[in-house]
């Protein structure tokens, strides 16, 4: 290559002058996020197409290209990169629509994932179905094997064991084979050797080895996470091939990348190993890009709150990063355990129904979900929402919703409300749908308290930050319950995870076991493992070399006192190699951190290492967010609008948020409309915007019991 | 009889309530929204409560397997809310704290109090779990009261552990705390807490005692901050509100059933001292929307060493009578107060002074919800599947480690199926029933890196689950080999009376121990092992017992037997013989179908041959 190409060929690289696309596949709506050359932002909606997403992608990247005044082609041809979230792997575990999965374990190991350590997510009823199976016992098969914790071979592998095996699950069509055996996390061998006799026996099976999906202990978490890797891992890699596919017929040249749970983004490639770190990644778009505005706000602790239609999804950030969880992480009644963003879910969206129960009244978890939809929606939707609730209060703007896409009816939610919930509590209309606003706002409140309480986090200290259609409808609301005294509504939260896609940096995650008292660890073998995942990563992430301002590892030691079954990750000590001080100060650390977090610590035992791991973070170029400009005006009203607040009508000021800029400060009792959300401000409440698009409401003193 | 009532009552401490109940009765009429409102705030203040002692307790029963329980009480004692936990164990909650009110009497207690009780003779289960409690005031009122019960590794006594089985009386078991406090006024006592550090073996102990206050005072803060944000007469109006709604619902489902007296008879197979057959009997009445239990006629020899107290028996009641109702309905006073709950002093669910209840907490304790099953599955059988277990103790390894030199107890608290019962439509499934759920249980990958064990198998047996229209989850086959020379220590029931069927359902298979597996000593337990010597490369096989089955085994659909014969929970044997479906083909080929004609043929016979016996 000739010198002055290679220049242009590093611009390119480095993606100057080019576009990129954020796309957010969702229950209802595929969210786009397109960032210009010149740092500038625009939002699109294109609806979810959900027996092949990737067509729904495609449509939503010709609007995209229309609002350029572009063809699809065109603006295909000069985008760096498309990000790329998906609830593909979602969809099969919610409609239990995987791969015909078998399961090949250690001899007496076969029903761990029956077992669950005990676990049943409902206490008082005992009718309580199980978990739909991924492997029913019929293809589950135990094979004579077994090491101990060390890796020692007790029991050698019986190949005709496995032989056997696998011809029976072939029998029975299996596509995709895990294989869990105890402690192959120290010793792969005897997994390994599986792989080979399958290339053998039944070369079209896929294979899932435990120790490279889940390399630590215990076995049912590894069995369950290996479970749902070979049962979503088919229909993923399918998926991918076939985006990658149309994607290139559509013109695109260049790279797509896939958001995981962990909080970054990788190559499908990459995905395709590990299929399992895609599942549950969606509501972990948002959680980036809330952290990103709270960034430009200078706002490091906070809660993060998303609103949508049938879920609420909550995830404490201290210090400007999201928690990260990898050990009982329950998805669609499976355990991953592998690191993810810790988001926390109820069932309280929008589509929540509110019924009343014996005279007591009960909102959600139940949900009219798109279709059909609140009553107000007028698509047959006959049983009261909390959407319906907010539109008879008059919060939403019944001729103007969904950026004018929509009307909603609000005279057909009267009725139902009388019915259905103010006379079986015999309370007026008003104070029935007041109560359903307010019950959903303390069940919300609630569960923001019991997330801050894992953490050992008071919240009062911290700032709200809502997003999602429905958001910021509630959130001031429940900032007063919780004696929060800021709220963040950032201008692009109704697709601000699509916009949190552009915002990620790609990650990778390497564990490997190595288990020892502290006291015996040899810190060459930990380095030489450190090195070992450190050069794995670079592999990776070399290919998206000229991408990255730069990569950082994060070597990370997971320990715990003996005797516990939960470890706890610590960043090692130091940048170098590990020696005996660093090592030292890591262990210090621990206790350390085991103090704040569980307000003691016992320096005389010798804690235990379980596993080390390596997250290595290519950190990519972010488009600059928008920003608005001043005024010293005061803001024009839009209107006004009747609304119900502590119990009386009042005319309330209504806002259009897009004629709002910084230096306005809007007064509660009010409402502001932007496109896609409403913000409702309560009496003693006041908003106004900074330049980045956050809107900054101060709640002040608790209120709206 | 009155006289035994009488008893009852007294324990129950409706007299104390009742005085009281005049000075707390709220001021204004609360509305319903209002009233969840403040639940949903109570039951998060459980559960922050709870989650306070899981991040600040020091020992894994506490920190990870969940046995823990928060509640929260009114000024007068009674159950206003309550968060995750063991159903058993939180139930059996309350009845310190009503003791320690009419002790200490309406001035006897101030703002900063954090009190301790543990005494099953006044009101406790069993002396391992530790009730820690603190009022809540608002001014000088006492409004509520903030509740934690952990389990503790030790107890003190005559044993380490807390399980002294053979112990000639209460004070063999361990130091009895009828109702102490551990701060007065705001202040620690601190000869209280090196009275109570002496007297317990664990180092633990007095650390995982201050997470459990730590635990009770966050509670007290957080009630403050409720009733501030709402005012006492709302919280107290709806702490009232969804007593009576608990009530109002419990006595809208008992209207459901029909009016009868339903009596039954179960069995405990023995006693630690080999006493045969503990017997309950138990009579349950329903008239109208009323509820009555009543356990006259139960065991009452005076030798025995199966005693469960009064509020361990209650606590088992109620969490069997809660399994039998709509989930939804709240578990506080108002659906306690609606069974009228009979059991005469002097019987083995409500001990003579000073009885030993180590082993009876469980064994004659769990056979209670049994009883209560057996009986009202006669009229509401698919309400009924008995949530208990069949455990007598766990099974104890002790020994010196080989690589540490020091000693370790291994309480194989493991990961195994056993004793979960098939309810009405849906099989057994799992480990152990819903109402153990929060228990999480250890792993091999983790203990074998800490005791010189090695877990080898803990699949399901098949055929061991109970056969029925819905089946009984099987128990496991599980085997532990032993690596160290060790002893064991262990309690065994569940052979001669396993896992009952409901309604035409059969029997789950019995529970069947074995010791020092891999030797030529190898032997079934009986009764006990009290210190069995292993030598490295013995074990155990324990044989857990499988759920019962509920309803006519030759009324499950034969697609599902086939199911089952291939996902070898059933064999091709008892699929014909208990289930009456014939297949042909082999497990071995996959190719199983069900022979349409031989099995009606075959459950033709069954039934007739059934009705004989009948």
Redesign the interface.
């Known amino acids: 290559m000739r010198k002055a190409g290679a220049a242009a060929a590093r611009r390119v690289a480095a993606g100057e002058g080019m576009y990129r696309i954020g796309i957010d596949v969702g229950g209802t709506f595929t969210d786009l996020v397109l960032a210009r050359p010149n740092g500038s932002v625009i939002l699109e909606k294109s609806p979810t197409t959900p027996t092949d997403q990737s067509i729904g992608v495609v449509r939503g990247i010709e609007r995209l290209a229309a609002r350029e005044g572009l063809d699809a082609r065109a603006l295909l041809r000069t985008t760096q990169s498309i990000v790329h979230g998906t609830t593909t792997a979602d969809n099969a575990m919610i409609e239990m629509s995987g791969a015909v999965t078998g399961l090949i374990t250690t001899r007496g190991h076969r029903d761990e994932i029956e077992l669950r350590r005990g676990f049943k997510e409902n206490i008082w009823d005992p009718a309580l179905p199980p978990p739909p199976p991924i492997a029913q016992r019929r293809r589950r098969i135990g094979v004579t094997e077994r090491l101990d914790f060390r890796g020692n071979v007790v029991i050698p592998l019986d190949e005709d064991d496995v032989r056997r095996a696998l011809h029976r699950l072939a029998k029975q069509g299996v596509e995709s084979l895990a294989v869990v055996f105890m402690f192959s996390f120290i010793n792969p061998a005897h997994e390994r050797r599986v792989r080979e006799i399958a290339a053998e026996e039944a070369p079209e099976m896929a294979v899932s080895l435990s120790h490279e999906v889940m390399p630590s202990a215990p076995e049912f978490e590894r069995t369950s996470t290996t479970l749902v890797n070979a049962f979503v891992g088919p229909r993923i890699d399918r998926y991918l091939s076939r985006l990658v596919e149309r994607l290139r017929e559509a013109g695109f040249r260049r790279e797509l990348l896939v958001m995981q749970s962990n909080g970054g983004i990788m190559t499908p490639d990459y995905i395709r190993k590990r299929p399992v770190t895609v599942l549950a990644s969606g509501p972990t778009g948002g959680v980036i890009a809330a952290c990103a505005v709270a960034d430009k706000a200078k706002r490091r602790d906070f809660v993060c709150a998303d609103m949508g239609g049938t879920s609420y999804d909550i995830c404490l950030i201290r210090d400007g990063r999201p928690e990260i969880k990898s050990g009982w992480n329950w998805h669609h009644r499976y355990v991953i355990g592998l690191p993810m963003v810790d988001i926390h879910s109820i069932g309280a969206g929008g589509g929540s129904i509110a019924s009343v129960v014996a005279g007591a009244l009960h909102v959600g978890p139940r949900s009219a979900g798109a279709e059909p939809g609140p009553i107000c929606y007028g698509r047959g939707g006959s049983e009261v929402t909390v959407t319906d609730a907010n539109a008879f209060l008059g919060f939403l703007n019944p001729d103007d919703f969904c950026s004018g896409t929509m009307t909603l009816d609000v005279a057909a939610v009267r009725e139902a409300m009388r019915d259905q919930i103010a006379q079986p509590l015999k309370l007026g209309v008003a104070e029935a749908a007041y109560g359903i606003y307010r019950l959903v706002n303390a069940n919300m409140a609630n569960a923001i308290r019991r997330v801050a309480a894992e953490r050992g986090t008071d919240p009062r200290s911290l700032t709200l930050v809502a997003y999602g259609g429905n958001g910021p409808v509630h959130a001031t609301a429940q900032a007063a319950e919780l004696g929060i005294g800021e709220v963040l509504v950032p201008k692009t939260a109704p697709t601000f995870s699509a916009l949190g896609l552009q915002l990620s940096d790609h990650i990778v995650d390497e564990v490997r076991a190595y288990i020892a008292p502290s006291n015996e660890i040899e810190v060459a073998r930990a380095n030489r493992l450190f090195g070992e995942m450190t050069r794995a990563a670079e592999r990776v992430l070399k290919k998206r070399k000229g991408q990255h301002r730069e990569v950082r590892h994060q070597r990370i030691m997971h320990l715990c006192y003996p005797g516990q079954t939960f470890d706890m990750p610590v960043a090692v000590a130091g940048d170098g190699k590990l020696g005996k001080a660093e090592l030292a100060a890591t262990i210090e650390r621990f206790h350390q951190q085991h103090e704040e977090l569980h307000t003691y610590s016992s320096r005389e035992e010798i804690p235990v290492l379980r596993s080390l791991r390596v997250t290595s973070v290519g950190i990519t170029e972010k488009p600059a967010l928008p920003t608005i400009g001043r005024s010293s005006k005061h803001p024009t009203r839009k209107g006004k609008r009747r609304a119900y607040f502590d119990g009386k009508w009042l005319e309330t000021p209504v806002y259009d948020g897009s004629l709002l800029k910084v230096g306005h400060k809007v007064r509660g009792p009010a409402i502001v409309e932007e496109p896609f959300t409403t913000i409702v401000l309560h009496r003693g409440q006041s908003a106004s915007l900074d330049r980045h698009g956050n809107y900054r409401i101060a709640v002040g003193r608790p209120r709206g019991r | 009889m009155a006289v035994a009532k009488k008893r009852g009552a007294r324990s129950n401490g409706k007299g104390a309530g009742k005085r009281r109940a005049r000075t707390s009765r709220s001021k204004r009429r609360v509305?319903?929204?209002?009233?969840?409102?403040v639940r949903?705030?109570m039951?998060?203040v459980c559960?922050?409560m709870a989650?306070?002692v899981s991040?600040?307790a020091?020992?894994?029963i506490l920190?990870?397997s969940n046995e823990r329980n928060a509640t929260i009480l009114d000024g007068r004692g009674a159950l206003a809310a309550l968060s995750?936990?063991?159903?058993q164990f939180m139930l059996s909650s309350t009845l310190p704290v009503r003791f320690a009110l009419d002790f200490f009497g309406a001035d006897g207690l101030h703002d900063g109090d954090v009190l301790v009780g543990n005494d099953p003779y006044h009101g406790g289960g069993h002396l391992p779990d530790y009730n820690i409690f603190a009022p809540v005031f608002a001014g000088d009122e006492l409004v509520l009261i903030a509740s934690i019960q952990c389990h503790h590794a030790d107890t003190g006594g005559g044993m380490p552990g807390g399980y002294n089985v053979d112990a000639a009386d209460i004070w063999a078991e361990g130091v009895r705390f009828p109702a102490l406090k551990i701060f007065d006024r705001g202040v620690e006592r601190e000869d209280v807490t090196y009275f109570m550090r002496v007297n317990n073996r664990t180092p633990t102990f007095v650390?995982d005692l201050r997470?459990q206050v730590?635990a009770a005072q966050l509670g007290v803060e957080r009630l403050k901050?409720v009733i501030e944000?709402?005012g006492v007469d709302?919280v107290r109006g709806a702490a009232e509100y969804m007593i009576d709604?608990a009530a109002?619902?419990f006595r809208?489902e008992v209207a459901t059933w029909p009016d009868g007296t339903y009596e039954s008879d179960v069995y405990v197979d023995h006693d630690p001292k080999g006493n045969e057959d503990i017997h309950i009997h138990c009579a349950v009445t329903v008239d109208g929307d009323r509820l009555k239990v009543d356990f006259t006629g139960s065991d009452d020899r005076d030798n025995l060493q199966a005693y469960s107290t009064f509020g361990n028996t209650r606590g088992y009641v109620v969490a069997q009578i809660?399994?039998m109702m709509d989930?939804?309905i709240p578990?506080n006073e108002g659906f306690f107060d609606s069974i009228d709950l009979v059991v005469p002093e002097g019987c083995c669910l409500n001990p003579p002074p000073n009885k030993s209840v180590a082993a009876g907490t469980h064994h004659p304790g769990t056979e209670v919800g049994e009883a209560i099953a057996i009986a009202l599955a006669q009229v509401i059988p698919q309400r009924c599947?008995p949530?208990i277990y069949k455990m007598g103790m766990p099974t104890v390894i002790f020994g010196t480690h080989p690589d540490t030199g020091e000693m370790f107890i291994d309480h194989s608290v493991d990961?195994?199926?056993a004793y979960c019962g098939a309810?009405?439509?849906?099989d057994g499934?799992?480990?152990?029933?819903?109402?153990?759920?929060?228990?999480?249980?250890?792993?091999?990958?983790?203990n074998?890196?800490?005791f010189p064990v090695?877990?080898?198998?803990?699949?399901?047996a098949t055929d061991s689950g109970g056969p029925g229209k819905w089946r009984g989850c099987p128990g496991?086959q599980y085997?532990k080999q032993i690596l160290a020379p060790s002893q064991i220590y262990t309690f065994v029931v569940g052979r001669k009376y396993p896992m009952p069927g409901i309604a035409g359902g059969m029997d789950g298979a019995p529970n069947k121990l074995s010791l020092r597996t891999g030797s030529v000593e190898e032997h079934e337990i009986e009764t006990t092992a009290f210190y069995v010597d292993h030598q490295p490369g013995e074990g155990y096989a324990y044989r857990y017992g499988g759920g019962g089955g509920w309803g006519d085994p030759t009324e499950r659909d034969p697609q599902a037997v086939l199911?089952d014969v291939?996902?070898?929970?059933v064999s091709i044997e008892a699929a014909e013989r208990d289930y009456g479906v014939v297949l042909t083909g082999t497990l071995e080929e996959?190719d199983l179908a069900v022979d349409v004609e031989a099995t009606a043929q075959r459950r033709a016979t069954i039934r007739s041959e059934r009705g004989r016996d009948a």
Request: glycine share 10%; hydrophobic share 25%; aromatic share 10%.
């Open positions: 509305d319903p929204v209002e009233a969840e409102i949903g705030a039951e998060t559960y922050e989650t306070h991040l600040t020091t020992t894994p920190n990870q995750v936990g063991i159903p650390g997470s730590g901050e944000r709402h709302t709604y109002r619902r809208e809660a399994s989930p939804s578990k599947c949530q990961t195994f199926g309810v009405y439509g849906q499934w799992g480990a152990m029933n819903v109402s153990f759920g929060n228990l999480i249980r250890a792993t091999g990958e983790i074998e890196s800490i090695r877990h080898m198998s803990r699949d399901y496991t085997e199911d291939l996902d070898e929970y996959l």
